[in-house]
């Protein structure tokens, strides 16, 4: 009977211990915690433990799906979870002393309950398609940044309640409607989504917040317009894959970073009031021309893809990215950009000339060959050095037809035949004698190879008109040939 007894007080006595302890839903949670919260060194923890807990911070993949027991920590204030994959509904309504929330980098729940929150100022967190977000009654919520999946995210959130936010963020949502009216403090408002997810917001009001520094509506394809007239302090602007075909930037004489890629911006776009303007994408918008006069803080300027005939950049010196391919342009002249890195002239059919000659061609960063090939009707690129590294990639780039050298003069080559010019040389190709057709007086003339080494050079003589080139291998060369008036340049083939 004895035994019996203390049978029994060692199961009630055992029961208690278990139910003094926090029963974790996810084993990975448990472990996670326990090397800083195992004050007594059981392998458990305690309720006692956990009530004590105000921060609980996780930067490394544990594996934990799921924040089960998480109810147990009353007055937790903070709570940073990141590199881990939760994906399980999150309950948080107990734990009401929560006033920073970060669950991202791996996040995707399918629900999230902050019910009592009302001391939330910062909520970071990954959620799965179509999933909502109560944060009414959260009158001290400063921070939103909620992540979606490239499938959606967000649906649908009420930010009426929150008058002292400053950064919402919804990246990746399936958003269809957002009011951002009763939010004056706003600085950043982030909706970008990937063009996968077919949802699309279709009207958005910011003439309430005039504090916005940021707007991002990326991706939104539905979104005809946007008005930001009364964003005075607007430094970054992203409209990229919308609807929208124009924008008025008259009073953002602060933006310094501008996205319009894949717009149709067919009309142009005005950028002469943002002189302080260090960024601009453009690339697939339709733009027909493009002036640039009055940013001449441009570091990055991408217009892959447009209509552009022409274009001056000579004035930006602290130009360092230049996205130029597939326009209309026929030649270039980044001779005076001294700051560049990067640049990309792939596919513009009808370019014949570029001078790169800025002194600084040894900091240009050569990703690929096809950023200087798919020109048919290139004829010449001037360089510091065509012997150097970057004048030596050039010229396996585009080839033994394409003059690379460092005399600029040589960018005025004409191809023969020539028509309505004053003077011209044939036959071309030739074997041994070249002729000079010309009413000017003729006083002189250089042969260079297609490198820019001149080969030779002579005057002519007793009024002939004649130059020979037996002596020349079989190959392409540029003729420079004085009159009393002026210097032409052909390109001749030796046969």
């Not at 005039?210 to 394809?221: D, R, Y």
């Not at 430094?235 to 919308?242: D, S, V, Y």
């Not at 240009?364 to 990639?393: A, E, H, R």
């Not at 190879?449 to 002596?471: L, P």
Request: net charge neutral; with cysteine.
């Amino acid at each position: 009977m004895k035994s019996k007894i203390y049978s029994l007080l060692f199961l009630t006595s055992f029961s208690l211990v278990l139910s003094q302890n926090v029963n974790f839903a996810d084993v990975n949670f448990k472990n996670a915690l326990l090397p800083f919260q195992d004050v007594n060194g059981d392998g458990q923890i305690s309720l006692s433990e956990a009530q004590n807990t105000t921060f609980i911070s996780i930067d490394t993949n544990n594996n934990i799906t799921n924040l089960g027991g998480i109810e147990h920590y009353p007055n937790l204030t903070i709570l940073m979870i990141k590199n881990n994959p939760i994906t399980a509904p999150l309950n948080l309504s107990q734990n009401t002393q929560l006033q920073n929330i970060r669950l991202g980098f791996g996040t995707s729940v399918t629900s999230v309950d902050l019910t009592g929150l009302t001391q939330l100022k910062y909520l970071s967190i990954g959620v799965a398609p179509n999933t909502p977000i109560n944060v009414l009654n959260k009158p001290l919520l400063e921070e939103i940044m909620i992540e979606g999946t490239l499938s959606g995210g967000l649906s649908s959130i009420d930010v009426s309640q929150n008058p002292l936010l400053k950064k919402l963020w919804i990246n990746d949502n399936n958003l269809t409607s957002i009011n951002v009216t009763q939010n004056p403090l706003l600085e950043e408002l982030v909706l970008q989504k990937a063009t996968t997810i077919p949802t699309s917001i279709s009207t958005l009001n910011v003439t309430q917040n005039p504090l916005l520094k940021m707007l991002a509506v990326s991706g939104h394809s539905l979104l005809p317009s946007i008005d930001v007239s009364m964003n005075l302090a607007l430094e970054r602007l992203f409209t990229g894959n919308t609807a929208i075909t124009s924008l008025n930037l008259t009073n953002n004489s602060l933006l310094k970073f501008l996205d319009i890629t894949n717009n149709n911006f067919a009309g142009g776009i005005n950028l002469s009031h943002q002189p302080l303007l260090e960024e601009f994408h453009a690339s697939t918008a339709h733009l027909p021309t493009l002036d640039l006069s009055n940013n001449l803080n441009l570091k990055e300027l991408g217009i892959t893809n447009n209509y552009i005939p022409t274009i001056n950049v000579s004035h930006l010196s602290h130009l360092r990215m230049f996205h130029a391919g597939n326009n209309l342009f026929t030649s270039l002249d980044l001779s005076n950009n001294p700051s560049l890195v990067y640049i990309d002239f792939m596919g513009n059919q009808l370019m014949k000339y570029i001078n790169l000659k800025n002194g600084f061609n040894q900091n240009i960063i050569w990703l690929t060959d096809s950023d200087y090939q798919f020109m048919p009707q290139l004829l010449g690129i001037c360089v510091d050095n065509p012997t150097s590294v970057y004048g030596n990639k050039v010229k396996l780039a585009v080839g033994n037809n394409v003059l690379v050298t460092s005399n600029c003069s040589l960018l005025s080559t004409q191809e023969t035949p020539q028509k309505n010019l004053s003077l011209k040389v044939f036959p071309n190709p030739t074997d041994d004698i070249l002729y000079v057709e010309t009413q000017e007086k003729l006083i002189d003339y250089s042969v260079f190879s297609m490198s820019g080494q001149k080969i030779s050079a002579d005057i002519f003589r007793n009024n002939e008109k004649n130059v020979n080139v037996k002596n020349l291998l079989q190959g392409n060369y540029i003729i420079q040939i004085k009159t009393n008036r002026q210097t032409y340049t052909n390109k001749i083939v030796k046969k």
